[in-house]
């Protein structure tokens, strides 16, 4: 049992260096021990790669060894044919008997398959290790998936008297916000899959929404913009990354931005960034939007 809660810990240790890598596939890591040495090990990098239970195998030099061996994973493996095939078929070829997973996969198209498949073809399956742990690592997949929305954070700078917004002045603007504490938002937006904000802050700030001060992917960015008010030469429009504008009205100035009814009720807005097969959304709002959400 020991044994099964360490290799279980390195493969979500595996898994965690990818947050904000793998849209919209889940975070996973592979571990592969034979007599209590590890002989491989792998992790998922991006949609559309290799899963990483394949890059697991692969790293594995004798490939004998994988009969006598255990291969530990943080989800489920897959049992259909996506951008690659089901990982259940590549752990039976090489005739690996032993297979202990963390989470069951709440995707409807695996959930619960891949352990049948293993265990109808003669695999010793043991889950459940460490299912907490692991559930917490993949818990924008989890929600999205469970919860049918997008898991949400909201994040915001506040003074010590309660404001949340820079004081403005002729002259000067004060940011409460300092260069450390910018550094961290957006490694932050580098782990989620898109970011939200309100139209007024874009009209007010003009802001770019990247992860330009940290090495990570830009999130998809997106504006609660319920009359198209935007600017059409707001940053936001940049080729850095994708940019959504939700909205009850037509704007012919803006290409591809999304038309919503009912915009005044927050499900609704949830439900369409689901239908967007938006993961997670991190907002940064001014007062009005992160009150809302």
Same mark, same amino acid.
């Given at each position: ?12 240790e595996?898994?965690s260096?990818e947050i ?8 996973v ?13 792998g992790s ?6 290799e ?18 061996s255990?291969?530990y994973?943080?989800?489920e ?11 259940s078929?590549?752990?039976l070829k090489?005739k ?9 996969d709440? &995707?409807?198209?695996?959930k ?9 073809n ?6 459940g ?5 692991c559930d ?7 929600t ?13 700078a506040?003074?010590?008297?309660g ?15 300092g ?10 937006r ?7 904000v ?5 009209i ?6 990247t ?5 990570g992917? &830009?999130?998809?960015?997106?504006v ?18 994708k940019?959504i504008i939700l909205s009850?009205t037509?704007?012919?100035s803006?290409?591809?931005?999304i038309?919503?009814? &009912?915009?005044d ?6 439900r ?19 009150? &809302?959400?």
């Open positions: 049992m020991e044994d099964n809660l360490k290799y279980i810990k390195r493969c979500i595996l898994a260096k904000g890598n793998t849209y919209p596939n889940p975070l890591g592979c571990v592969i021990v034979h007599e209590n040495k590890i002989i491989g090990e998922h990098k991006a949609y559309g790669d899963h990483a239970e394949v890059n697991a195998i692969n790293s594995v030099n004798d490939k004998n060894l994988l009969a006598k255990t291969l994973v943080n989800l493996p897959c049992n259909h044919y996506g951008k690659t095939p089901p990982c078929d590549l752990i090489y690996i008997k032993n297979v202990v997973i963390g989470s069951i709440p &995707n409807k198209t695996v619960g398959g891949g352990i049948e498949k293993l265990e109808s003669g695999c010793n399956v043991t889950y290790i460490l299912k907490n742990e917490y690592l993949n818990k924008r997949f989890f999205y998936h469970k919860q049918r929305r997008p898991y949400v954070i909201l994040k915001w506040e003074s010590n008297d404001f949340i917004s820079p004081i403005k002045s002729k002259r000067e603007v004060y940011w409460i916000s260069e450390k504490s910018k550094k961290l938002s957006h490694k932050w580098s782990e989620e899959h898109s970011i939200l309100g139209v007024q802050t874009i007010d700030d003009n802001p770019i929404l992860t330009r001060l940290v090495d992917k &830009n999130p998809i960015r997106i609660l913009d319920p009359n198209c008010r935007i600017p059409i030469n707001s940053k936001i429009f940049s080729k850095d990354s940019t009850k037509e704007n012919n803006i290409e591809k931005n038309k919503i009814v &009912n915009y009720k927050m499900e609704f807005i949830l369409s960034l689901y239908d967007l097969k938006i993961q997670s959304v991190i907002i940064e709002g001014g007062a009005k939007t992160i009150k &809302n959400f």
